[in-house]
Every structure is written in C-alpha cells, then in structure tokens.
C-alpha cells in the first residue's frame, strides 16, 4: 500500500504553525510498514487543493488530508473532497448532537455555523472526535487510475488539524482501521543506537539495510546523537512477523553490541538511564551550567524516577560552582569554567556527595552561544563529567548549531556519557571483582 499526505492551511505555509501532523503521520505509516512517496501542504484555496487532491487519488492508494474541517468558510477541506469525489453532502444527526453535547458541556450554545461540521460526504465513515468538534473521516472510493488504467479503491482520510485531536483519531480510529483492511500484518521494531555516528552505523550494516528481501527491511532514521533502524516485516500473521524480524534485531545488536540501548519503540534514552539507574540501586544528581536544568528535566520526565533523583543544581555563574557544588576557585581562575577541571569538581564536590550522598553524578558546562567562547574553546565546545560511585569520566565535545541545537545536544550527550560510565563501572567491577 503507498499513501499520500496532504496538509490544509495558508497558516502552514507562511509558518505560522509548525507542522508538527507530518512528521507525527510519517512516523505512525513507517511504523506500518506503509510508503509514504509524497506530501503536500495547500492553503486554502479551492482550486490548489482540489488539483492535488485528483493527483494524489490517482497514483496513491491511500490518500490523507489534515486541517481544514473547523466550521468557517476557509475551512474548505471537506467540502473540495465531496466535489472531487462527485459525493453530495448530509447533515448527519448523530454528529451535530454530538457537536451540541460538547458545547453544552461548556455551557454555551452551539453557534449555527458550527453546522457545518456535521455535513458529511455520502457514503463516508464517520470517526467520532472526543477531543473537538470536527469529526474524521474515511471515504472508500472506486477509482479507474489514469496512471496504470486499472480498477481499485481508494482510501482517504480526513483528520482534524489541531495535532492532540488528530493524533487521538489515529491512534484509536485510523491505525485499527487500516490494520483491519490491510491483507497482511505489517510489524517494526525499532533499535535504537548511541554513541556512533549514522555513517558508521550505515557502514556496519550495509547489507542489512541494502538487502533486496522485500519481506524485512531496515531503514536507518537520524535524531540528535541518536540513530534508529527500523526492522519492518510483512507476514500472514503478527507470530510470523516476529519470527522473522528477531534474528534481524539480533543480529544488529551482535554487529553494535552496548551502543543498541533499546528494540522498544516508545523506550527513550532518559528511560534507560533511569532504567539502568533503577536495576542497579543507583542514586543520581545532576549539576549544569549551559543546560539549564535540561537534563534534570529529561529524567524528570521518567515515571518512577522519584526513587532516585537525588537533587539538580544550575551553577551558572562561577560563584555557584564555588559555594554550591565546591569547585575551587583556583581551579576556576586557572582553567576557566568550560574545562574538564571544573566539570570533574562539579561532580565530585564535598557539598554533593555530602549532604546528597548520590551515588551518580553529571555535570555540564560549555559555551553554548552565539557569544562567549575563546580561540582555545570557541562557542560549541562543552564539558561533560559524570562520577558513578568515585570514578570519573570527563568528554570534550564541539557541537554544531544554534544556541538550542548546542543545549539539546549536550543534554543528549550527558544522558549517553551517564549510561555509557555506568555500564563500564560494572564491566569492571565483574572483570575485578575485588576492587
């Protein structure tokens, strides 16, 4: 099955609003081993839209439209679909007491252009939409495809703009749907890597990713400090789809051993962190200074993470570094806050291990721009330390980018140095047992 995205809204193309719908249903159709060969943003105009729209029912089986079903003339999605597919519209009862119940629920009454929204294209299936009052959409249609000259059906889907009401269809609408008409199972598992570059990885698993077995495939994805290789099988069955994609996972994992930190999807580098925190009674606290407190946010985000976040400093100034976390001030006057000096003290000053007996720590510190930096340290280098029960780890790194890239980047990387140290502590541990 190959789909088609198309995005409605002249807000979208003079970038007032991020389109954040195509990246989240790009994700969702890969996950389902479904291509995806183009998208489109149209504003709202009638005669765009309705051009695109014919292109994208004849060369695509499954056709996705987002935004443009609010109630006011410019929302103008539904009604293009309707003369497209040649399909007049009713007033569905169901829906409109629907949108009534919800203004209700709000105390005020449904204003009257708001009947719009209940006008629905014969034929079609209606997805009720508990988060707004702009309903889904699905409409089967028989095509003859100018492209090939030959008979099908076309799905398309007409999703709401706002991303919590159309990510709530998809998840509980779209995706079973699809599933339930789709002859074959179509199952990924994602293996996600740190500490290589996607070159290298790409490198290392060439084959894998080049393999003309159309039945499993491997696709490489990049995210900051991160790489993803989606594993995507297509079977009779979920079993059989399984079978097949577990000896490619683990063959990865044999090729990338300790960089591979997860096969889960919805798993996050700060949920193995915590993860890895929690298996091993580990405490930790984190001291930043160009981050900001974002990697204490990112583990913060981890449920259960209570029962071993100790505390998180923000040392920003060099007279934080010295009366909060005891870095010493010759330390600071010789080798300046962004240096592998300051950051092993950040991690291993009297008042942390102290008063917060953590058994792991993580400092930050860096020039993160657009000023600062010298000609020895230029803006993009950081500091990282992390001390995992007495011994440190300390990585200089030059990053790229906007003052938000450097932050986001450096976060990534302590929650990698973190795992990456108390892996090797073990390691050593079991390889010496008596130290």
């Avoid at 839209?49 to 443009?68: P, Q, T, Y």
């Avoid at 991690?347 to 291990?353: A, D, H, L, R």
Wanted: charged fraction near 25%.
């Amino acid at each position: 099955m190959t789909a088609e995205t198309i995005f409605v809204g002249t807000e979208l193309l003079l970038g007032n609003i991020v389109n954040t719908n195509a990246a989240y249903i790009a994700q969702r159709l890969a996950a389902m081993g479904i291509s995806c060969y183009y998208q489109s943003v149209v504003g709202d105009n009638e005669e765009r839209l309705s051009k695109v729209l014919r292109e994208a029912i004849d060369r695509s089986d499954l056709v996705i439209l987002s935004g443009g079903l609010g109630p006011t003339q410019d929302d103008i999605t539904k009604d293009v679909t309707a003369k497209v597919l040649d399909r007049p519209m009713y007033l569905d009862e169901a829906t409109k007491n629907r949108i009534e119940e919800h203004f209700l629920r709000r105390g005020t009454d449904m204003p009257e252009n708001n009947i719009r929204q209940a006008l629905v294209p014969e034929g079609a299936i209606v997805l009720e939409n508990d988060n707004g009052t702009a309903p889904g959409l699905i409409i089967e249609h028989p095509v003859l495809s100018v492209a090939d000259s030959k008979e099908g059906t076309r799905k398309i889907i007409l999703l709401p703009g706002p991303p919590l009401e159309l990510e709530a269809l998809w998840e509980s609408k779209v995706e079973p749907y699809l599933k339930k008409n789709s002859h074959e199972v179509i199952l990924s598992s994602m293996v996600k890597i740190v500490g290589r570059a996607e070159s290298e990885v790409a490198e290392i698993c060439a084959d894998l990713i080049n393999s003309s077995n159309k039945d499993v495939t491997v696709a490489p994805y990049s995210k900051t400090a991160e790489v993803h290789l989606r594993v995507t099988a297509k079977a009779a069955d979920e079993k059989e789809a399984k079978k097949k994609i577990k000896p490619v996972v683990k063959d990865i994992k044999g090729r990338l051993g300790d960089s591979v930190y997860t096969t889960h999807e919805e798993t996050t580098l700060e949920q193995a962190v915590v993860d890895l925190l929690l298996a091993n009674n580990l405490t930790v606290t984190t001291i930043e200074s160009c981050t900001g407190g974002m990697v204490a946010a990112r583990l913060i985000n981890v449920p259960g993470v209570s029962e071993i976040f100790k505390s998180g400093f923000i040392t920003y100034s060099n007279k934080a570094k010295r009366k909060i976390v005891g870095v010493k001030k010759k330390t600071l006057e010789k080798y300046t806050a962004v240096s592998a000096q300051v950051v092993s003290e950040m991690v291993s000053g009297i008042p942390i291990f102290n008063l917060n007996r953590a058994d792991v720590a993580v400092a930050v510190s860096g020039y993160a721009g657009p000023d600062g930096g010298t000609k020895e340290h230029p803006v993009g280098t950081v500091f990282i330390a992390v001390n995992v029960c007495g011994v440190i780890s300390v990585k200089e790194y030059h990053f790229k980018g906007s003052r938000q890239k450097i932050r986001e980047s450096a976060v990534a990387e302590a929650l990698i140095l973190m795992r990456q140290s108390i892996l090797e502590y073990y390691s050593r541990m079991m390889s010496n047992p008596q130290e």
